[in-house]
């Protein structure tokens, strides 16, 4: 079932949205070569108790850590640790909090150092595909597959490929709810967008083939051919006359 905030359930998911904004903002900063991914690990965890909020990921289905950090081809849902991101490397950042019983969710993948021309590339794309292209089309009257064929198309233009096992959803008081949204679909399909609504939208674009692999650990996805993928993620709400971006500064 999907909910519909209410204006108070809306405002205190404006508050979630803005703290996890500053917190990813912070993060983001620390991004450098030799940086450890356990030091960005414990750096997000201090940020959102500082923000007087929790982690939304530690211990959510089992799951022990802060953040998600996806090194190249992995693709989502990779545990940090010691390891060092590298110049030329790109990393997405994976991040959710709950503040006041709401849950916010956002990513973004940053480059370290100076990395190719087509990583690059692959990181405006994908950036763009959910700050322009799904933002776009969120308004009341559309459907989820108004948004998932916004996002296929603009990205499969560009020459890329959108990861089509892993979806977006509906975020609220819990870190997943209705709808499943996929980033690629067919206009006119699919629930109709309705005032009130809060959505995550998180393309996972791979500058190679779509297919995915779901490691042994039972979290780690990374891309088949072992291309690049890159991902990024806000937290949206369906207002009366478009869409909010509840996830950014």
Same mark, same amino acid.
């Given at each position: 079932?999907?909910?519909?905030?209410?204006?108070a359930?809306?405002?205190i998911?404006?508050?979630?949205?803005?703290?996890?904004?500053?917190?990813?903002?912070?993060?983001?900063?620390?991004?450098?070569?030799?940086?450890? %991914?356990?030091?960005?690990?414990?750096?997000?965890?201090? %940020?959102?108790?500082?923000?007087?909020?929790?982690?939304?990921?530690?211990?959510?289905?089992?799951?022990?850590?802060?953040?998600?950090?996806?090194? +190249?081809?992995?693709?989502v849902?990779?545990?940090?640790?010691?390891?060092?991101?590298?110049?030329?490397?790109?990393?997405?950042?994976?991040?959710?909090l709950?503040?006041?019983?709401?849950?916010?969710?956002?990513?973004?993948?940053?480059?370290?150092? +100076?990395?190719?021309?087509?990583?690059?590339?692959?990181?405006?794309?994908?950036?763009?595909?959910? +700050?322009?292209?799904?933002?776009?089309?969120i308004?009341?009257?559309?459907?989820?597959?108004?948004? *998932?064929?916004?996002?296929?198309?603009?990205?499969?233009?560009?020459?890329?490929?959108?990861?089509?096992?892993l979806?977006?959803? *509906?975020? *609220?008081?819990?870190?997943?709810?209705?709808?499943?949204?996929?980033?690629?679909?067919?206009p006119?399909?699919?629930?109709? %967008?309705?005032?009130?609504?809060t959505?995550?939208?998180?393309?996972m674009?791979?500058? *190679?083939?779509?297919?995915?692999?779901?490691?042994?650990?039972?979290?780690?996805?990374?891309?088949?051919?072992?291309?690049?993928?890159?991902?990024f993620?806000?937290t949206?709400?369906?207002?009366?006359?478009?869409?909010?971006? %509840?996830?950014?500064?």
């Amino acid at each position: 079932m999907i909910t519909i905030k209410t204006p108070a359930e809306q405002q205190i998911m404006r508050v979630a949205g803005k703290k996890l904004a500053r917190v990813l903002d912070k993060l983001k900063l620390v991004v450098q070569p030799n940086v450890r %991914l356990l030091e960005l690990e414990q750096l997000a965890e201090q %940020l959102i108790l500082a923000e007087q909020a929790q982690p939304a990921f530690k211990g959510y289905k089992g799951y022990p850590n802060v953040l998600c950090t996806s090194v +190249n081809d992995e693709v989502v849902h990779c545990k940090p640790t010691r390891q060092r991101v590298k110049n030329g490397d790109i990393i997405s950042i994976d991040i959710g909090l709950i503040y006041q019983g709401f849950y916010a969710d956002s990513a973004i993948t940053v480059p370290v150092g +100076n990395i190719s021309t087509e990583a690059q590339r692959l990181l405006t794309v994908t950036s763009t595909a959910v +700050n322009q292209q799904a933002w776009a089309v969120i308004k009341p009257g559309n459907t989820i597959g108004d948004i *998932g064929q916004a996002v296929q198309v603009y990205v499969e233009q560009a020459g890329f490929s959108v990861v089509r096992a892993l979806v977006g959803h *509906g975020i *609220g008081r819990e870190l997943h709810e209705d709808p499943a949204i996929p980033n690629f679909g067919q206009p006119h399909t699919g629930a109709t %967008l309705k005032p009130g609504m809060t959505l995550a939208i998180e393309p996972m674009v791979n500058i *190679g083939k779509a297919a995915v692999v779901f490691k042994e650990d039972g979290w780690r996805v990374v891309t088949k051919d072992h291309s690049l993928s890159a991902h990024f993620e806000h937290t949206f709400l369906v207002t009366e006359t478009g869409c909010e971006v %509840l996830t950014s500064l």
